[in-house]
């Protein structure tokens, strides 16, 4: 694979595991930090919107990696690659799971 589309690979990558990252788990999450009266489980997110965004960002972002690691010649190429697949899946899991 030529050297501009890998780093554009990694681009995708990284841009989609930090949206994933700062999107929020709950979107009232703001309102337990504002004030500490509200208990943290009075109002509930039933929209799961943010959740299936996250998914729809883990699919791409895992299917970027997933291509490189199809075309990847090096070993190592391909163990990079299914690590930053488990660890966008760790990434996800553990924010919205």
Avoid: C, H
């Avoid at 929209?47 to 998914?55: E, H």
């Avoid at 090096?74 to 690590?83: G, P």
């Amino acid at each position: 694979m030529k050297k501009i589309g890998r780093v554009v690979a990694y681009v995708v990558y990284l841009t989609g595991l930090l949206l994933i990252a700062l999107l929020p788990a709950n979107k009232y999450e703001w309102m337990w930090e504002m004030d500490p009266d509200i208990p943290a489980g009075a109002v509930e997110d039933a929209s799961g919107n943010s959740a299936l965004f996250a998914l729809l960002i883990l699919i791409a972002v895992v299917a970027v990696q997933f291509i490189l690691l199809i075309k990847a010649e090096k070993n190592l190429d391909k163990t990079v690659s299914v690590i930053l697949i488990l660890f966008a899946l760790i990434v996800w899991g553990v924010k919205f799971w």
